[in-house]
């Protein structure tokens, strides 16, 4: 594969109803070209040294090697909401019809579970492995249902179970270092609501709002942790990636990013301090795209702070 050549950007994009001290204005690189539709799922694979993404609306799920710029594309049947790691030759995937999983060197599909909550009025929408080893993944209504939606887990048997339900546009999600909470957005609510988390079942309990995303930021879409767990927000129609501390709400930093529709992001790199954004071009207009004109390509920061690792499907016993 050809080489991708990286493009750096200076971000100085500032929004005046902000602390300007807040936003960082350094430098932001074009990791790969390719402009999505609707990027999303960023997620880092340590062992394979490789970042796995997806084009939701291009059904497509990408695997980029950071070093070299390459990247390999593999077509999907239908819209793919998320992905998360199994091992070197497979990944889990959500797809409108179900949860598969799929074999990277052979290019095929496994169906392991649907549940019947998912009916052909909803599709998966973003997801990642709890610390156990547990595939969460929620999903969104396809006909702009409120409050129709699910939160679900798919355990080593994959089982599926209803972990929320009321749900809206089921986002980003996140676990503490200490296996003890977790963070997760319904977007239109724009709040990240905290659960007091249980490993060893999968529980999750005591609902408290840990962030509250002022209308100005835009609305909070896929999500990371830090190794301090700090969570990272990536903000749809906002330009940015905001980092938070949840147990405050306030706002630490803020990225700015090329795109009006800022999607998903993902501590990378042997030690976890690249942050690669994935944006969207949907939902940017006319006027916008001249603003910016690579909207929906990856992009990556070098950031001072360090990642949390990314949790692998069924990578502990349950």
């Known amino acids: 594969m050809k080489k991708l050549t990286l493009l750096a950007l200076s971000v100085t994009l500032l929004l005046g109803c902000m602390n300007d001290s807040l936003n960082t204005t350094g430098t932001i690189e074009i990791a790969d070209s ?43 049947p239908s819209m793919i909401g998320t992905v998360v790691v199994d091992d070197k030759d497979h990944v889990i995937v959500a797809l409108e019809d179900g949860i598969y999983r799929y074999n990277l060197e052979k290019k095929n599909l496994e169906f392991l579970a649907c549940p019947p909550e998912n009916d052909s009025t909803q599709r998966f929408n973003d997801g990642k492995c709890d610390p156990a080893g547990r595939f969460w993944v929620g999903t969104m209504s396809l006909t702009g249902g409120k409050e129709s939606s699910h939160l679900f887990s798919m355990d080593k048997e994959n089982n599926v179970k209803v972990k929320l339900d009321g749900i809206t546009i089921s986002n980003g999600i996140v676990w503490t270092s200490d296996k003890k909470q977790m963070y997760y957005i319904d977007t239109p609510t724009k709040k990240v609501m905290e659960y007091s988390y ?55 930093k803020r990225i700015m990013v ?26 940017t207009g006319k006027e916008a795209l001249e603003e910016f004109p690579n909207a929906g390509a990856l992009f990556m920061i070098s950031t001072k702070e360090k990642g949390a690792p990314t949790h692998v499907y069924n990578f502990e016993t349950i």
């Open 198 to 252: 249980e490993n060893a079942t999968g529980n999750i309990s005591n609902p408290r709002i840990a962030v509250t995303v002022a209308d100005s930021l835009g609305s909070p879409d896929g999500m990371a942790i830090d190794a301090d767990d700090n969570i990272w927000v990536c903000m749809w129609g906002g330009s940015a990636v905001c980092k938070f501390d949840p147990q405050t709400g306030k706002l630490l």
């Open 34 to 76: 390719t402009l999505c539709s609707l990027g999303e799922g960023a997620i880092w694979d340590a062992d394979g040294n490789r970042l796995f993404y997806i084009d939701i609306i291009g059904k497509k799920l990408f695997e980029f090697d950071p070093v070299s710029g390459d990247k390999t594309a593999y077509e999907m």
């Open 258 to 283: 090329p795109a009006k529709n800022v999607t998903s992001c993902a501590f990378s790199g042997p030690d976890l301090r690249d942050l690669y954004i994935t944006t969207a071009r949907i939902g």
